[in-house]
């Protein structure tokens, strides 16, 4: 998480984005969405279940606020500051799954990690400076493993760190470059153990009184002076990352006037600096790692590593590295002068990276870190871990990962493949076999998999295989997530051709035979009971597979049983990507209604100028309504249709 105003968790809505650790002005209208908490670049201090609501509800009501503004089309005039603000390609996708998106920043294309241990000047074995202690035996050293490892497993598909390839970024030219997982230590000459004295501040200073923090307090420039002298013996940009070590005792805060400080509101933080804030590949990269170990709020109290609070250093070294590859610059939009500044890379829509959005509420406080790989006997103790890192325990958070599902990421710890082969001779009205055993990782295999077929029901079952039974001939989408035992879980899309249905045998004669009475269907009492085929019925939704001419659907809601719909038309794109082809979903319309109880109101989902010009580029379009409805009981549907526009200079009414 980049460093910026954390303050938030007590109080509402802040300028983000705009470089609070830096000491620069906060200008309102500057990188700044409705509601957003403002804790990018920061692990925050969830100590209390106070401080965990806080946080809860920022982030729930920035989402609500953004989502709010789009509906109505508030987003209000491009800002000069597009860096962060910038719209992701079909954004509305974006909002309604809660994805990652790009903002056309450079992410980290293998990066070498340098380590700072900041220790302050020691004399026979104890600090000399007042209240500052040594850092704990053998918290360094197993620090410094930990980086080794992460390092020596580039690539792999077995850590947290796994997830960082599916992050790409895009030149000038708009070519695009797959993220990577490659990171290089050398623990001979990538550790830099500094005994300087700790900056003094006469005048101002620090504001962090805390038991974790009677020394010195470090601003964010002192961090940046010493990453810059260290920086100075090697090269600089985004092929370079410093992790900043302190010892126990000494303190940091954003700048001498903020009140946002270590140990109250962030465990740690990273940053860039340098450049002229707008060109990528100028800044140095850095990251701030306090001794964070005891303190609630920054360690989990699992300790696989006995090494001085190491785990919970660890932990916070894991979040920052994973932001930084995924979104390395960004820190320095500060300036309302400017007509544009560095961009972000990987961000959701109101700003959190992509660890960021595996605290809460995605995750609560002990989910963040899914399920235990094992159990460690250490002496007298049991340690759980969740990364075994080449042959090495640890303890640490998941990141979000927008391919952990078809339409929707989530939180995983590890990176799983999903893939699935189809019976031959696939056609309609014929069971086709569909087999996803081949999902999973080497010794992780999956364990559930949950199949979508384009008809708007989903399908889970803990056998690889299952059978389903298309009505009619097309193409189909076909959608596997897949999930193996310690809830990681990966999305796959293929396209499925599906043939016309072979010709039937004729029927063998058979004596006539008194048809029985139709059966009386059981009258349906409640809005609770509808199931989503009835509920489409109700609502006089089109069919799967219709055809539509024009950019305009109507269609009569009645309280009950709606009460409230949410819809959004996407385009569906078939693009090649590596040599598979897959389906890229375009928003090209979206609408939003509130019927009052025994009411009835009209839907309406019109085309965006998007979705018009597409249309009208290409005559035909295969797309996918989906909505989301609320019953009056409390009651709630998920819908999705496959439809065809066709462009017509007729409005179409259903």
Request: glycine share 12%.
């Amino acid at each position: 998480m980049r460093r910026s105003s954390v303050a938030t968790l007590v109080c509402a809505a802040l300028a983000f984005g705009a470089g609070a650790a830096h000491g620069a002005e906060r200008h309102p209208h500057v990188g700044r969405l409705p509601g957003f908490p403002a804790i990018r670049g920061v692990v925050p201090v969830l100590g209390s279940s106070a401080a965990v609501e806080s946080h809860e509800k920022l982030v729930r009501g920035a989402f609500a606020a953004v989502r709010s503004r789009r509906v109505k089309g508030l987003a209000g005039p491009a800002q000069r500051n597009e860096g962060f603000l910038a719209a992701c390609e079909n954004e509305a996708l974006f909002l309604s799954s809660q994805d990652a998106c790009y903002r056309g920043g450079p992410v980290v294309h293998g990066a070498t990690v340098h380590l700072i241990v900041w220790q302050g000047p020691v004399e026979e074995d104890i600090s000399t400076e007042p209240n500052v202690k040594l850092f704990p035996l053998g918290y360094v050293e197993t620090l410094v493993r930990y980086i080794e490892d992460v390092a020596h497993e580039s690539g792999a598909q077995t850590n947290v760190f796994a997830v960082d390839p599916q992050y790409f970024d895009r030149n000038a030219g708009g070519e695009t470059t797959p993220g990577q997982y490659a990171l290089s230590f050398d623990r001979t000459t990538g550790v830099t153990v500094d005994s300087t004295p700790f900056p003094k501040h006469v005048t101002g200073g620090c504001t962090d009184e805390t038991e974790y923090s009677k020394g010195p307090c470090l601003l964010d420039s002192d961090i940046q002076k010493e990453v810059e002298t260290v920086a100075k013996t090697s090269e600089k940009g985004l092929h370079d990352i410093y992790v900043v070590l302190t010892p126990p005792g000494v303190g940091g805060c954003f700048d001498s006037s903020s009140g946002e400080c270590a140990f109250k509101q962030y465990c740690a933080y990273h940053g860039d600096f340098g450049g002229d804030g707008v060109t990528a590949g100028q800044q140095t990269l850095y990251a701030v790692i306090p001794e964070v170990g005891e303190v609630e709020g920054c360690d989990s109290r699992v300790h696989p590593n006995k090494a001085g609070g190491v785990d919970a250093a660890i932990d916070a070294t894991s979040h920052e590295l994973g932001e930084v590859i995924t979104d390395p610059i960004g820190s320095q939009c500060k300036s309302i002068a400017k007509e544009e500044c560095e961009r972000n890379a990987w961000t959701d829509v109101i700003g959190q990276e992509v660890a960021d959005k595996c605290l809460p509420p995605e995750s609560t406080v002990a989910g963040a870190y899914g399920e235990a790989l094992g159990e460690l006997e250490i002496g007298n103790e049991a340690s759980r871990f969740n990364q075994l890192i080449n042959g090495d325990h640890y303890y640490t958070q998941r990141v979000w990962s927008n391919q952990a599902g078809v339409f929707e990421g989530g939180c995983v710890q590890r990176a799983i493949g999903a893939s699935f082969r189809v019976s031959p001779g696939a056609a309609a009205t014929v069971p086709i076999t569909f087999d996803g055993s081949a999902s999973g990782a080497p010794g992780d295999p999956a364990v559930y998999w949950v199949w979508s077929f384009g008809e708007g029901e989903q399908l889970g079952s803990t056998s690889p295989t299952v059978s389903h039974t298309f009505a009619a001939s097309g193409v189909r989408e076909v959608g596997l997530t897949a999930y193996d035992a310690y809830g990681n879980a990966q999305g796959v899309v293929e396209l499925v051709n599906v043939a016309g249905a072979p010709i039937p045998s004729p029927p063998p004669l058979s004596p006539l035979l008194t048809p029985s009475p139709p059966a009386v269907k059981e009258a349906i009492a409640l809005p609770l009971h509808l199931d989503a085929a009835q509920l489409a019925a109700a609502l006089g939704l089109l069919s799967a597979g219709r055809e539509l001419a024009g950019d305009t659907l109507l269609g009569h809601v009645a309280c009950p049983p709606a009460c409230a719909i949410v819809a959004r038309l996407y385009a569906k794109i078939p693009v090649t990507k590596q040599g598979r082809r897959t389906i890229k979903l375009m928003a090209i319309g979206s609408a939003r209604l509130t019927v009052a109880a025994k009411g009835v109101g009209a839907l309406t989902v019109k085309l965006s100028a998007k979705g018009r010009a597409l249309l009208h580029k290409r005559h035909r379009l295969s797309c996918q309504l989906r909505m989301s409805v609320e019953g009056q009981e409390g009651g709630t549907w998920q819908i999705v249709r496959s439809l065809t526009l066709v462009g017509s200079g007729s409005v179409a009414r259903r």
